[in-house]
């Protein structure tokens, strides 16, 4: 799987790009809200220099016109770099935004995706990721799991080289789900990370082993002190 961060935070962004193999960080007003009143492009220049030109940046726009929508992409591709995916609503204005990006060769991220042919439709119109949001339309009573399998399903059958980024998650077994049904990659939280490590069990095996190998060797003697 391909595993990115779902938040504009420096700290833990450089925090888990220390030790986890991330493919890249994404980001809506909701999460760029979180950080206060930053200054958005030089902070999402710094997000860039700390993961670097091989992760993709994920970057929403916030306008309802695909005019406006354009006009927000092309400050961000000069503002940030060229190489941002531009997050796009997936709404009738925003698939012009999609289709129009694609010609111009910039990347584009499909979000907001609640349906199967809301999917479907940003697959043809050339997005580079769909993101579907897992427990939003888990709250709506809708089968995200399904969905989700539908997508890559669509992805399939069309040759596309579209991949789904799963979104929205509020516990680990929906990230499960999403790769099991198909998703290629999945965006996360880092509380939900932190969650995702925090195994007691795991802890307490880890301890058990130290403990027996310390009986043998001695107290706190490590291998390399052998
Ligand atoms: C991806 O970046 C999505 O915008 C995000 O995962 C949505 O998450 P939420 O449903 O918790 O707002």
Redesign the pocket.
């Known amino acids: 799987m391909k595993l990115m961060l779902?938040t504009a935070n420096l700290e833990a962004i450089r925090l888990y790009q220390d030790f986890l193999p991330l493919s890249g960080v994404?980001?809506?007003p909701?999460?760029i809200k979180k950080e206060g009143r930053i200054d958005f492009f030089a902070h999402l220049r710094q997000i860039r220099q700390i993961i670097g030109r091989d992760q993709s940046l994920?970057v929403?726009v916030i306008a309802l016109t695909a005019q406006e929508m354009l006009a927000e992409a092309d400050a961000v591709l000069d503002k940030v770099d060229r190489d941002v995916y531009i997050?796009v609503p997936v709404t009738a204005e925003g698939l012009k935004v999609i289709k129009l990006l694609r010609k111009s060769g910039v990347h584009t991220t499909a979000?907001?995706v609640y349906s199967k042919m809301q999917a479907h439709l940003a697959i043809a119109a050339g997005a580079d990721y769909v993101?579907p949001?897992y427990?939003?339309m888990e709250n709506l009573n809708s089968d995200a799991a399904a969905t989700i399998a539908a997508i890559a399903d669509e992805i399939k059958r069309t040759a596309s080289s579209a991949q789904i980024l799963g979104?929205?998650?509020?516990n680990i077994e929906q990230i499960n789900r999403t790769l099991e049904a198909g998703g290629q990659a999945v965006?996360v939280?880092p509380e939900l990370l932190e969650q995702a490590l925090a195994l007691p069990s795991v802890d307490q095996a880890v301890q058990a082993f130290r403990n027996d190998w310390f009986a043998v060797f001695g107290e706190e003697k490590t291998i390399a002190d052998l």
């Open positions: 779902d994404t980001t809506n909701s999460i994920h929403q997050k979000t907001a993101a949001y427990n939003r979104a929205s998650y509020k965006t939280a």
